[in-house]
């Protein structure tokens, strides 16, 4: 194609605003020489909007103009808020009508709320701390030159005072031990009183102490497996049968059930629950030097060592003497021989006979025993490789009971204890003491009030329910002071002329 044609075509088609089809096109405007391009933007924009580009354009010639739109109504002002008055600032406004008195309906609603959760907080006795159920992690550990008993019984050494007529005191292989006289709650001697130790099976007097006032001996329990899989000692419980609490109680004392005491424990609400009421009764009898860890005194197979579980040779003798008070207690520690219940064989079922078979008490120092002890009311020995040999025991003679405990022997402990019981007889009513039992909490409240009509008020480390008391106690008195504010505000805003 011709160059110069084709410049023709070109032109004729600009003139005449139609393509070589026919077709006809909106006349270009070209844009005068020598405009700023600036200003011809600008033209383009305007002729966009003559186009209709924008909601304010002009119509096109020829169109009807566009209706304008409705105003939109004016909110009209709430009838119980006038709309402010023209006038001085807000600073200077006139003082509210009964502004003062909303301010003090609110100090006083508030006053009326806190007060009385004040009051509450300052007279309800303190709630000891527990440790973490099942793995307390920090020893318990009485002020330094404060222990329980008596500053005397602070060292780890032997401590005894010398008197006429009292033999020597025995040579003891022990980590420690403490003699004490039961009927006045003197203590003899002792070696290492405070001194933490794993108490091995000797555990389980803590068990029963806590467990005997708050289980039914009749009660059926069924264990579970886990119960009869424990580590250890076993009387051969199977979760196939039921067994009476009482049964298991005589295996826990009698033959140091390890099975028995996860029971036990299952049928207080379970491990974690039973080792919170544990740590709690130990409170409570000012055992500050215990912290149990398991049910059945098992150490490393539980991986307990005697950081998350210790206690002392004066806290098993405080544990002792108080579970001896109870009648059941002292019959399942001192029972020999019991028959335990158990699935009958197939001979036993053809013959119609019950199942079972006897237990043997573990105390060789009850009656009848290899090394009987005259006198001897209950004991608890215990054996574990990290805690050596333990025990814990008591004999009456005279109408005198004196309690020993030992802790950490490298012996049977039996020989031991028939030395200290001996030495503490001979020297009952004779030596000057080294210390003192301690009383458990409440005890001298408990011998003042005895005389009065009303009854004595729970223990805070006995009642685990009264700390969600005030707890709850305390929230419900948040949420109703917080509410008796919002209401006040409320009213406040609403009756307040000036929003």
Not at 138 to 147: H, L, N
Request: aromatic share 4%; net charge positive.
């Amino acid at each position: 194609m011709d160059s110069g044609r084709s410049d023709r075509t070109a032109g004729a088609r600009s003139s005449t605003g139609q393509d070589p089809s026919g077709r006809s096109r909106r006349p270009y405007r070209a844009d005068p020489p020598g405009r700023p391009a600036r200003e011809q933007r600008a033209d383009r924009r305007d002729d966009a909007g003559l186009r209709g580009g924008h909601a304010d354009a002009a119509p096109r010639p020829g169109e009807p103009a566009r209706p304008a739109e409705p105003p939109r109504p004016v909110q009209p002002a709430r009838p119980d808020r006038p709309p402010r008055p023209d006038g001085p600032p807000r600073p200077d406004r006139p003082p509210r009508r009964g502004h003062a008195r909303r301010l003090a309906r609110v100090r006083r609603a508030a006053t009326a709320v806190a007060v009385p959760l004040t009051v509450a907080a300052l007279v309800a006795p303190p709630v000891p701390a527990r440790a973490a159920p099942g793995r307390p992690t920090a020893e318990r550990t009485p002020a330094p030159g404060d222990p329980v008993g008596g500053p005397r019984l602070a060292g780890g050494g032997v401590v005894v005072n010398k008197a006429p007529g009292v033999p020597a005191l025995p040579k003891i292989d022990a980590a420690s031990y403490l003699i004490a006289d039961g009927t006045t709650g003197d203590v003899l001697a002792a070696k290492d009183a405070h001194g933490h130790h794993l108490p091995a099976s000797t555990m389980k007097v803590l068990t029963a102490a806590t467990l005997v006032p708050r289980l039914d001996a009749d009660r059926p329990v069924r264990p579970s497996q886990t119960a009869c899989d424990v580590e250890g000692t076993k009387v051969g419980l199977t979760p196939k049968m039921k067994y009476k609490v009482s049964d298991l109680f005589y295996s826990l004392l009698m033959m140091s059930a390890n099975d028995s005491a996860v029971a036990l424990a299952e049928a207080n609400g379970g491990v974690r629950k039973t080792l919170a009421d544990m740590n709690a009764y130990a409170r409570k009898l000012n055992a500050l030097d215990t912290v149990a860890g398991s049910t059945n005194g098992l150490d490393k197979d539980l991986g307990l060592d005697v950081r998350t579980q210790h206690t002392s040779a004066y806290d098993l003798v405080l544990i002792l003497r108080e579970g001896m008070k109870n009648a059941d207690f002292r019959e399942y520690i001192s029972q020999i021989d019991h028959d335990f219940p158990a699935p009958p064989t197939k001979k036993e079922r053809k013959q119609g006979k019950k199942g079972g078979y006897p237990i043997h008490t573990h105390n060789r120092l009850l009656a009848g025993e290899r090394h009987e002890y005259t006198g001897m009311l209950g004991g608890k020995n215990g054996y574990t490789i990290a805690a050596k040999q333990t025990y814990v025991a008591a004999a009456q003679r005279n109408g005198h009971t004196i309690y020993i405990s030992l802790m950490g022997a490298e012996v049977q402990p039996s020989e031991l204890a028939t030395q200290l019981l001996d030495w503490g007889f001979a020297a009952q009513g004779r030596a000057q003491p080294v210390g003192k039992l301690a009383e458990p909490v409440g005890a001298q409240k408990k011998a003042d009030q005895s005389g009065s009509l009303l009854p004595d008020a729970p223990l805070a480390s006995e009642d685990s329910s009264r700390t969600w008391v005030v707890v709850a106690g305390g929230a419900a008195g948040a949420v109703l002071a917080v509410g008796t504010l919002l209401l006040v505000l409320r009213r406040r805003r609403r009756d307040d002329p000036f929003p």
